[in-house]
């Protein structure tokens, strides 16, 4: 019986030193993880960032050409009378 009991024991205790160690490496790998996770957030911000600016500078030069398109070249604003 004694034999059984400390078998029984011994691959409880088995069990529970895999959950300590696996508890430990997870605690270990949290951080580092973390930071990984982080730099890659970090970058996708950026470069979404980059591209908001390039698109508002396309608006901006687009905006400040816009009427020289819409205005046909043969109308001037000055001669032109609206009555």
Same mark, same amino acid.
């Given at each position: @019986? =004694?034999?059984?009991?400390?078998? &029984?024991?011994?691959?409880?205790?088995?069990?529970?030193?895999?959950?300590?160690?696996?508890?430990?490496?997870?605690? &270990? @790998?949290?951080?580092?993880?973390?930071? =990984?996770? =982080?730099?890659?957030?970090?970058?996708?911000?950026?470069?979404? @960032?980059?591209?908001?600016?390039? /698109?508002?500078?396309?608006?901006? /030069?687009?905006?400040?050409?816009?009427?020289?398109?819409?205005?046909?070249?043969?109308?001037?604003?000055?001669?032109?009378?609206? =009555?």
């Amino acid at each position: @019986m =004694k034999g059984i009991v400390k078998k &029984i024991v011994s691959v409880l205790l088995l069990f529970v030193i895999a959950g300590l160690v696996y508890a430990c490496i997870k605690s &270990i @790998m949290e951080p580092i993880n973390f930071n =990984k996770q =982080k730099a890659y957030r970090e970058t996708v911000g950026i470069q979404r @960032m980059k591209d908001v600016r390039t /698109l508002q500078e396309a608006l901006s /030069l687009f905006q400040a050409t816009l009427p020289h398109l819409l205005t046909p070249s043969w109308i001037s604003t000055r001669t032109a009378r609206w =009555k």
